[in-house]
C-alpha cells in the first residue's frame, strides 16, 4: 500500500519566518498531491492541489511544489494565523493523508 | 450559499450502529463525489469511503469494508455514511467532503463534522 510521510513532524518558527514542510510518496503519484490546513477544532481545507496549483481564496504566501514522490510546502512570512497543522494528501485512486505537522509560533 | 451541513452528534455503545448524514446546498448535488474522512481524539486525517450520488457506486477503505455502507437521497441532496459494530477506537470526528472531477479541486468543501462517542 501507498505510504504519505511528512517532514518535520512539527515545527516552531517566528512570525516573518519561510516555512518548508516536506511530503514523501511511497511510489510515484504524479502530481496527485493536495495540502490541507486544520485549525483547532475546524475541518481541514484545501491550500494546493496538482502539487502547485493554489486554490482560489488561499493567500499567495503558501506556495507548492514536487513532482514523483518528493513535495513541499512553502510559507513565505509565516503570519500567526497560520498556526494549525497541515496535511498532504494524495488523491487520486484511494486517498492517503499523510500524518501531519504542526506548525506553532515562536 | 454552498455548503455541507453535517448531522449533530452521537454517543453509541459498543456494537452498535450510527448513520451521520450530509446535507448538500448551493450546487448540483450529481455534480461531485462525496468522501468520508475520520479523525480520532488528537490524530490525523483517515479516509473512510467515496461514492458518486449520480449512480450510487461506492468505494471503501480496506480496513472498513463489512463495517460501513454510504447511501444517498438525491430527493434531499443528503449522502449518508453508517458505521456498524461500533467500538471505542471508532470515537472520532467525522467529516463529509465533496471532490469533481479532474482538473477540479479535491475536496474543496467539507462539512463541520460529526463527533461519533463509543462508550458504555
Known amino acids: 500500500d501507498l505510504q504519505m510521510t511528512q517532514s518535520p513532524s512539527s515545527l516552531s518558527a517566528s512570525v516573518g519566518d519561510r516555512v518548508t514542510v516536506t511530503c514523501r510518496a511511497s511510489?510515484?503519484?504524479?502530481?496527485?498531491l493536495a495540502w490541507y490546513q486544520q485549525k483547532p477544532g475546524r475541518s481541514p481545507n484545501l491550500l494546493i492541489y496538482?502539487?502547485?496549483t493554489l486554490q482560489s481564496g488561499v493567500p499567495s504566501r503558501f506556495s507548492g511544489s514536487g513532482s514523483g514522490t518528493d513535495f513541499t510546502l512553502t510559507i513565505t512570512s509565516l503570519q500567526p494565523e497560520d498556526v494549525a497543522t497541515y496535511y498532504c494528501?494524495?488523491?487520486?485512486?484511494?486517498?492517503?493523508f499523510g500524518p501531519g505537522t504542526k506548525v506553532e509560533i515562536k | 450559499q454552498v455548503q455541507l451541513v453535517q448531522s449533530g452528534a452521537e454517543v453509541k455503545n459498543p456494537g452498535a450502529s450510527v448513520r451521520v448524514s450530509c446535507k448538500a446546498s448551493?450546487?448540483?448535488?450529481?455534480?461531485?463525489?462525496f468522501h468520508w474522512v475520520r479523525q480520532a481524539p488528537g490524530q490525523g486525517l483517515e479516509w473512510m469511503a467515496w461514492?458518486?450520488?449520480?449512480?450510487?457506486?461506492?468505494d471503501y477503505a480496506q480496513k472498513f469494508r463489512g463495517r460501513v455502507a454510504m447511501t444517498r437521497d438525491t430527493s434531499i441532496n443528503t449522502a449518508y455514511m453508517e458505521l456498524s459494530g461500533l467500538r471505542s477506537d471508532d470515537t472520532a470526528v467525522y467529516y463529509c467532503?465533496?471532490?469533481?472531477?479532474?482538473?477540479?479541486?479535491?475536496?474543496?468543501?467539507w462539512g463541520q463534522g460529526t463527533l461519533v462517542t463509543v462508550s458504555s
Open positions: 467532503a465533496r471532490d469533481g472531477n479532474r482538473p477540479t479541486p479535491p475536496f474543496d468543501l
Open positions: 448551493g450546487y448540483t448535488f450529481t455534480d461531485y463525489y
Open positions: 461514492m458518486n450520488p449520480a449512480n450510487g457506486v461506492t
Open positions: 511510489q510515484g503519484i504524479s502530481n496527485s
Open positions: 496538482a502539487a502547485s
Open positions: 494528501q494524495k488523491y487520486n485512486g484511494a486517498p492517503t
